[in-house]
């Protein structure tokens, strides 16, 4: 199974401020034959499902606010908030879906 | 609008069964790989059982192996998870979700505990 592990396990940061996560494979999950990263982002607030964010590492998910942006390939992953709101205080979690089983990372705990 | 309800949860004795149901609307559910995922009380999430479109190829995490099955009705655009031999660590909200790109969208979740 592919372990992805994420870091850190929980952030405190300020309105306006920079978020990042990382995210690491203990695999890669770089397609080669068509270039593309199978890892995605996902958000979760409290009581409510998770909510996809990002997908092939950087596209963002249709109605997702553009300070949310992914980047990185292989076995390295980064989520960035550019300019932390309110409503961003969640758990952010990424997912491999380039093998099964599907795994995810333990999730980092974003407050503000 | 794109959505998946679950249902189907509650409180059940070790050993026992339930039978979840996951409806969905507003996408192509019979070309749709279809997911189940959990996530135990103040936990992350895992990767339970998924079935491709057509109910051909399924997979089961080694956790929930011989215990769990899942299946589909294209036909009633319903996903399934039937759950035998339940045990106290299979208490979880559990999740169905489209695959593809990541997953999405996901059901609001059906909370199964497990408790004598």
């Known amino acids: 199974d592919i372990v992805m592990t994420q870091s850190p396990d929980s952030l405190a940061l300020s309105l306006g401020e920079r978020a990042t996560i990382n995210c690491k494979s203990s695999?890669?999950?770089?397609?080669?034959?068509?270039?593309?990263?199978?890892l995605a982002w996902y958000q979760q607030k409290p009581g409510q499902p998770p909510k996809l964010l990002i997908y092939?590492?950087?596209t963002r998910e249709s109605g997702v606010p553009d300070r949310f942006s992914g980047s990185g390939s292989g076995t390295d992953f980064t989520l960035t908030i550019s300019s932390l709101q309110a409503e961003d205080v969640a758990d952010y979690y990424c997912?491999?879906?380039?093998?099964?089983?599907?795994?995810f990372g333990q999730g980092t705990k974003l407050e503000i | 609008e794109v959505q998946l309800v679950e249902s189907g949860g509650g409180l059940v004795q070790p050993g026992g069964s339930l039978r979840l149901s996951c409806v969905a609307s507003?996408?192509?559910?019979?070309?749709?790989?279809m997911h189940w995922v959990r996530q135990g009380p103040g936990q992350g999430l895992v990767c339970v059982s998924h079935?491709?479109?057509?109910?051909?190829?399924?997979y089961y995490a080694d956790s929930v192996k011989g215990r769990f099955t899942i299946s589909r009705d294209n036909a009633k655009n319903t996903l399934y998870l039937q759950m035998n031999s339940l045990r106290a660590d299979d208490t979880a909200v559990y999740y169905c979700?489209?695959?593809?790109?990541?997953?999405?969208?996901w059901g609001q979740g059906t909370l199964v505990t497990v408790s004598s």
């Open positions: 979700a489209r695959g593809g790109t990541g997953f999405g969208p």
């Open positions: 079935i491709n479109s057509d109910g051909s190829n399924t």
């Open positions: 092939w590492a950087s």
């Open positions: 997912h491999q879906y380039y093998s099964t089983p599907c795994t």
């Open positions: 507003g996408f192509p559910f019979s070309s749709s790989w």
């Open positions: 695999q890669s999950v770089l397609y080669s034959s068509n270039n593309k990263n199978y």
